[in-house]
Every structure is written in structure tokens, then in C-alpha cells.
């Protein structure tokens, strides 16, 4: 940890990239959150894939479906005895039926209080569909977004006889996302997986390896390790960028304290990787820190990243002197 602030960013402006779309105002992952990321001018349109029971890619983040739709009144039956309704149980026929809410935390109240709190029929789009609404909206605006596709879990899709990174590299390649230079970014968790996606599937997108915590069981991907200034040169060996938690950046140790930079800002960029942390909410900032805008002045000044994922895709672009 240091005060003093990494080495500026290799090339170009920075990237705003919506998280789930505008989900600080909409339901993650809806067209209309999509839509209104796209009008609010963000770079990035995010999409996270899960698998169907019947094996369709579908625009979900979780792998569950409780928080995010009435599923539990919809089907109370296929509820798992893990108290859980898993996407994975659902062909897509069904989940298409149910209606996509702002996500709900224990006890019923609205995780991010304050945010969008009709329920409205809503749905949960495929992949493709999603890909041809941008597709659509960057026609008729004629200002061109582009996508930051994540697959969600491949190891707990292939336990259960389903592969997604193939499918989901063969629907971006069917839009005409093939190359670096197509507008899109794939991301995953898991690096086996993404050394994978390049090697073995041959994607030539760029590649993003995110970043998060041991503890937090996303794959079997040791994150501490690839943090280190040698776990990111090899990272570099098929991804294009990281996107590590904020607090792998930056951290307030107090109330009122200066930020705290690490070196991994650094580092990756000595190892030609660009850096896109996650994630900038308004609502939720970083331990300690004063406001966003020195969340953001942190980020970008301080540490010189090369883009972030926000759920204030307006915000951000604000802070960037974009709006
Ligand atoms: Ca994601």
C-alpha cells in the first residue's frame, strides 16, 4: 500500500461500462435498463450469461432467481431443498414467464433502498436477443455501444452437463463480435476457463480475467496469487485486461483518511494489461470513502485505471467531463 499514485494509463481515455446496464435506476439485466444505459451514453453494455435447463444463454447474473423475480410465487414447487431456485432447473420457455424485479434482500426489502420499485412484467431476455437490441439501438442512434459479455460459473454449468463458453463465444461471433477490434469484451472469473475461451475456442475478443477474493468461491482460481506482479504476466499470456474489485485499487483505512493505492494498477499495465474495476455504486461506495466522485478521483486520477464498471453510468461519465 502506498499514497503515492500508480503510473498514468497505457493509452486512451477511459471506459464507462454499464454494470447490468443503468441498474442504479432499473432492474439489472432488463432491456429497458439496457436501453437507458445505451440513451445515458455508456460505452459498455454489460451482459451476464447463465445456461437454461434446455441449454439457451440468457442475460442473469445470479444462478438463482429468487432476488431478482417472483419466482418463488410463479413456481413454489421447484423450489431445491436448498431453499434455492436454480435458473438451471428452468427451460427457457418458462423463465421467459416470469417477471424481473429490483433485487430484494432478506426480510423483503429492496437490497439498494431507494431504487426502481415497481414491479412490472418485466422478463429475462436471451443472450441473442439482447445482442440484436444493441445492435438495433446502436442503428438508430447512430451512436455505437459496445457489449462486456461475462459467462457466469462454467464450472457449475459443466456439473450439470451444460458447457456455456462455447455457446456464448458462437452468439457473439453470430453479431459480429469476432476480433479486438469489434466492440466487445468477454470477462470470466475463472482463468482456466478464459486461458480456455483464447486457446482451445480460439476467440480472438478481448479477454478480460476478473478479480475477486478466495473466500468468495467463485471458481478454483487463486486470486491472491494472480494479483501478484508474476500472476499478472501470466495473465497476460490470454487476457487483455483485469477487472479486479475496487478494494484491490484502492482503500480508505479511515474515515477521512487519504486513499491507499496498492501497486496492482501498476503492475498490470508493466504487464500489458489494462484495468477495469468493479464496481461504482452510488448507493453502496467503498469502506470509508468520502463521496464518489473521490471514489472516482481515486480511480482515475490516483491510480490511472482504464475504465469502470458502474452502475451510475451517468455519474460516471459526469466525473469524466462526458455529460
Ligand atoms: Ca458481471
Redesign the pocket.
Known amino acids: 500500500m502506498s499514497t503515492s499514485p500508480s503510473r498514468p494509463r497505457p493509452s486512451g481515455p477511459p471506459i464507462v461500462i454499464a454494470?447490468?446496464g443503468a441498474s442504479g435506476y432499473l432492474p439489472e439485466h432488463t432491456l429497458v435498463a439496457k436501453a437507458y444505459a445505451h440513451a445515458l451514453g455508456a460505452d459498455f453494455l454489460?451482459?451476464?450469461v447463465v445456461l437454461t435447463r434446455d441449454g439457451v444463454p440468457v442475460v442473469f447474473?445470479d444462478l438463482v432467481l429468487e432476488e431478482v423475480t417472483d419466482v418463488a410465487e410463479r413456481f413454489p414447487a421447484r423450489r431445491r431443498a436448498d431453499g434455492h431456485w436454480y435458473v438451471i432447473d428452468f427451460d427457457y420457455r418458462e423463465l421467459s414467464t416470469l417477471a424481473v424485479r429490483e433485487r430484494i434482500a432478506a426480510g423483503g426489502a429492496l437490497a439498494y433502498p431507494g431504487r426502481f420499485a415497481e414491479r412490472l412484467p418485466l422478463r429475462i431476455q436471451t443472450l441473442a436477443d439482447e445482442l440484436a437490441f444493441v445492435r438495433g439501438l446502436n442503428a438508430s442512434t447512430g451512436r455505437r455501444a459496445g457489449v462486456y459479455t461475462?459467462v457466469?460459473s462454467p464450472a457449475f454449468h459443466r456439473a450439470a452437463g451444460l458447457d456455456p463458453s462455447p455457446l456464448v463465444v458462437r452468439t457473439l461471433a453470430q453479431f459480429g463480435y469476432r476480433g479486438r477490434d469489434d466492440g466487445a469484451y468477454l470477462?470470466c472469473f475463472d482463468a482456466g476457463e478464459l486461458a480456455r475461451i483464447r486457446f482451445e475456442l480460439g476467440c480472438d475478443l478481448k479477454l478480460v480475467q476478473?478479480i475477486g477474493e478466495n473466500d468468495w468461491n467463485e471458481s478454483d482460481t487463486d486470486y491472491d496469487d494472480l494479483r501478484t506482479a508474476a500472476g499478472l504476466r501470466r495473465i497476460a499470456a490470454f487476457a487483455d485486461a483485469i477487472g479486479p474489485w475496487i478494494p484491490h485499487v484502492v482503500r480508505w483505512p479511515a474515515a477521512g483518511a487519504a486513499p491507499q493505492f496498492t501497486s496492482l494498477v501498476a503492475d498490470a499495465h508493466a504487464a500489458g494489461l489494462a484495468v477495469h474495476p468493479?464496481t461504482l455504486r452510488l448507493d453502496q461506495l467503498p469502506e470509508h470513502a468520502r463521496d464518489a466522485d473521490a471514489v472516482q478521483r481515486a480511480l482515475f486520477d490516483g491510480a490511472g485505471v482504464d475504465g469502470l464498471?458502474t452502475d451510475f453510468c451517468d455519474a460516471t461519465l459526469r466525473f469524466l467531463g462526458r455529460r
Open positions: 454494470h447490468r454489460e451482459q451476464d447474473h461475462e457466469k470477462q476478473l468493479y464498471f
